[in-house]
């Protein structure tokens, strides 16, 4: 059984930072790209960062371009985001997402595992 379990989020005032984490089992980790998402109340889910299998290859969303940082372990079968210099419009649910074999995808629909998403709130 696969499963994307996210560290908690938190709280956090703009300008400040926050990681996530998301610790994977019940699949070959090494074998997936990884992404996280994010979903403000009354929006669509956003794509927000990607790394592919290796780890050699990172993309962003370029409202996080900068600010953000993704990164895995396949040893660890985790991924982390590491987040800077948080604006209020960061605010939203983070989900963590896992597609096997992919090239990498900005597209939810390219992921077929997800975790069930911690909340992440910047307050101004």
């Known amino acids: 059984q696969v ?4 560290s908690r989020g938190g709280l956090v005032q703009a300008g400040g930072s926050l990681r996530l984490s998301c610790a994977a089992s019940g699949l070959t980790f090494s074998s997936y790209v990884m992404a996280w998402f994010r979903q403000a109340p ?9 790394i592919t299998w290796s780890g050699a290859t990172t993309y962003y969303a370029d409202s996080v371009q900068g600010r953000f940082t993704i990164s895995k372990d396949n040893a660890k079968n985790t991924v982390w985001l590491q987040m800077n ?3 209020p419009e960061d605010t939203a ?16 629909q ?7 998403g911690t909340q992440v709130t910047v307050s101004s």
Request: with cysteine.
């Open 85 to 87: 210099s948080l604006k």
């Open 110 to 116: 390219a992921y077929y595992y997800w975790g069930r």
């Open 42 to 50: 009354g929006k669509e889910r956003e794509f927000v960062a990607f």
């Open 3 to 6: 499963q994307l379990v996210e």
């Open 93 to 108: 649910l983070y989900y963590c997402a896992a597609d096997l074999g992919g090239l990498g995808s900005r597209s939810y």
